[in-house]
């Protein structure tokens, strides 16, 4: 039965490749010489089209739909040092894993990212599961790690490095530690710290980052040029997907140079937007926190007379009478505008709170105060204060035009929320990130991410982690619970409602896929 894939559309990782079982076939593979050999099943590798240098994939047609398997592939140090030598790994003699049944990750084991399927539907793409390895490709006591932190804070950072930090030391005898002061700058400045499990012991009690950080700065050549000077074998980049994109383009360069240091990334970002990735660390933490500010603006105006509370956030959350995102335009006036649904709950309940996330209302913003649009040093736009805009117009409206008077209470916690440090559960999830990169670097991986994809954590190439932004899909039943659950309107004029239950799938795409990049 022939299976073929065809691709269409550039993009700069590393393929996955394509296989199918064939009874007839013996199982085969040119990555025999790290894990990627499949033993007990009849594999065959099917053919990849190539672009230039770049593998490329979009559509895939698959003849035989319930046999369709493909493999995301990651990077790993053999693809350009074919003969790298390989050493026991030193669990096996870790008294932490003396009771463990199986030690390492079985070569075999994949995790799905989709886990909803059909019958007759192909197996679809698979990730490589993190975790350790039988063999890895650097000696304890030849390597020399470094951490870096860059982008906006978010709880969990410490947490995250001192794991690593312990993870390196107590799982593989690594004691050759460097912290990276003030994001990529500190690596051409010359800011390190050494790192010892004694020194980051208490760090994950505290909010921001141990190591501090910095937006921009992202010298290449200087950057690798100083990896190279100092001896690094390992880097360990934590930051959101700017911060990401940068550590892919690292991984490049060192590759370029014939390096073997291997380059992971753990991705940071408060609003739980990395795509491929259930949830990124710190989310959890900002949600509980986040609700806090919420009660508050209900205890607020549910003790005066016509009382408006709003919340701003950096991400998108729920439990109040109205939540306002970047991916759902909104109105002001008229017939089912948004100060028409603020009145009505002021009649019907005598208050409402609204939640708005920074992002929102971004055009209705700049086309008031006619601003120009900036971007930060990491690129990212900057965001105009929808939080103050909006509290302005509802006052007004109601004040000036209604002749009504309100309570208007507005509250800003987002700066608190990202300082705190991180709840019981987002330490756990960070320690799960750290030391499965750890796992993935001590094992040859490179230029890879790490993340829970259907609660199995996997490694992901860079690339693919920074593709897409997640975001929220308005054609989902996610915003219809969200609706459903605030009994809100979704705030689109009826022509606008029609034209998007005609409008085009690809048109619906490019709706869904519209997002603004957060400060």
């Not at 669990?91 to 009771?99: C, D, M």
């Not at 601003?371 to 990491?378: L, Q």
Request: aromatic letters at 8%; glycine letters at 8%; one cysteine or more.
């Amino acid at each position: 039965m022939e299976t073929t894939a065809f691709f269409s559309g550039s993009l700069t990782l590393a393929a996955p490749f394509f296989l199918s079982k064939s009874p007839k076939e013996k199982s085969i593979s040119r990555f025999s010489n790290h894990d990627f050999r499949f033993r007990n099943r009849n594999f065959i590798k099917k053919p990849l089209i190539w672009h230039g240098k770049d593998a490329i994939r979009a559509q895939k047609t698959i003849l035989n739909g319930d046999e369709g398997f493909v493999i995301e592939h990651v990077p790993h140090l053999t693809d350009y040092l074919p003969d790298l030598p390989v050493y026991p790994n030193p669990l096996e003699k870790s008294p932490a894993y003396a009771i463990v049944k199986q030690h390492f990750v079985n070569p075999e084991d994949m995790v799905a990212e989709e886990i909803v399927v059909q019958k007759n539907s192909p197996r679809g793409v698979h990730f490589r599961r993190a975790g350790p390895r039988e063999r890895v490709y650097f000696k304890s006591d030849e390597v020399r790690a470094c951490i870096v932190t860059c982008g906006g804070l978010c709880p969990g950072i410490n947490t995250v490095i001192r794991e690593i930090v312990c993870g390196l030391n107590y799982m593989y005898e690594v004691d050759d530690i460097l912290g990276i002061v003030g994001g990529y700058r500190g690596f051409y400045s010359r800011n390190t710290i050494a790192l010892t499990p004694k020194i980051v012991n208490d760090i994950h009690k505290r909010g921001g980052t141990f190591l501090r950080t910095s937006r921009g700065g992202h010298d290449t050549a200087k950057i690798v040029d100083s990896i190279q000077d100092r001896g690094i074998n390992q880097v360990y980049i934590i930051g959101g997907d700017g911060t990401q994109k940068g550590a892919y383009v690292i991984y490049e360069e060192v590759k370029r140079r014939g390096l073997q240091v291997a380059v992971a990334g753990i991705p940071k970002t408060i609003d739980n937007d990395i795509a491929v990735i259930d949830k990124s660390f710190g989310f959890d933490t900002a949600v509980e926190e986040a609700q806090r500010a919420i009660n508050a603006a209900h205890v607020e105006v549910e003790s005066v007379d016509n009382g408006i509370g709003i919340v701003k956030l950096m991400g998108r959350y729920s439990g109040t009478d109205c939540c306002l995102i970047p991916e759902s335009p909104f109105y002001l006036e008229g017939e089912g505008g948004l100060f028409e649904f603020v009145e009505q709950r002021l009649k019907e309940n005598g208050h409402i709170v609204i939640v708005l996330a920074e992002g929102a209302g971004q055009e209705l913003v700049a086309q008031t105060m006619h601003a120009i649009d900036e971007k930060d040093a990491s690129g990212n736009r900057l965001l105009l204060d929808v939080g103050l805009w909006l509290s302005q117009k509802i006052k007004d409206h109601f004040t000036k035009e209604q002749k009504m008077a309100v309570n208007l209470k507005y509250i800003d916690p987002t700066y608190m929320i990202r300082a705190i440090p991180s709840n019981a559960s987002d330490n756990i999830y960070c320690t799960l990130l750290a030391h499965s990169a750890v796992h993935g670097a001590m094992a040859g991986y490179t230029g890879f991410t790490v993340g829970p994809v259907n609660s199995r954590h996997a490694y992901i190439p860079i690339a693919r982690a920074t593709e897409t932004p997640n975001t929220v899909k308005l054609t989902d039943r996610m915003w219809a619970r969200l609706l459903a659950s605030t009994n809100q309107p979704s705030f689109l004029r009826y022509n606008e409602v029609v034209q998007e239950k005609i409008v085009d799938k690809e048109t619906t795409e490019m709706i869904d896929n519209m997002r603004v990049s957060s400060v």
